[in-house]
C-alpha cells in the first residue's frame, strides 16, 4: 500500500491550498483516514480526520472553519481544503490511513508567508 501526498507549495497569508492523498495497492473504502502535520521542531499533530464513508468528520481546532477534509472512495483519493491560511500553518503535511492499512504517507510541505 502506498500513499502519496501532494498540492503542497508556497503561498501567502490568507491563501488557499488544496491538498490530495492518492492511495495504491488497497481500497480505502473500509478505512477511516486522516491528515497530519509537524512544524519544524514540533510534534506531529492532529488535522483532521474522516470516517470511511465520509460521514463524519473532526478537526483540530486551530483549523475548524479554515480546512475541509473530504474523499472519494471511487478514486482511493482524500483532500484537505485549506483557505484563509496563516504562517503558522506552515508544516509538513501527512496523509494517514487506518486500520487496516496502518500507512503513512510521505508528505507534502505547505509554506504560507506573513
Known amino acids: 500500500v502506498q500513499l502519496v501526498e501532494s498540492g503542497g507549495g508556497l503561498v501567502q497569508a490568507g491563501g488557499s491550498l488544496r491538498l490530495s492523498c492518492v492511495v495504491s495497492?488497497?481500497?480505502?473504502?473500509?478505512?477511516?483516514m486522516g491528515w497530519y502535520r509537524q512544524a519544524p521542531g514540533k510534534q506531529r499533530e492532529l488535522v483532521a480526520v474522516?470516517?470511511?464513508?465520509?460521514?463524519?468528520?473532526n478537526y483540530a481546532d486551530s483549523v475548524k472553519g479554515r480546512f475541509t477534509i473530504s474523499r472519494d472512495n471511487a478514486k482511493n483519493t482524500m483532500y484537505l481544503q485549506m483557505n484563509s491560511l496563516k504562517p503558522e500553518d506552515t508544516a509538513v503535511y501527512y496523509c494517514?490511513?487506518?486500520?487496516?492499512?496502518?500507512?503513512w504517507g510521505k508528505g507534502t510541505l505547505v509554506t504560507v508567508s506573513s
Open positions: 495497492g488497497s481500497t480505502i473504502s473500509r478505512t477511516n
Open positions: 494517514n490511513a487506518g486500520r487496516p492499512l496502518n500507512t
Open positions: 474522516i470516517t470511511s464513508d465520509g460521514g463524519n468528520t
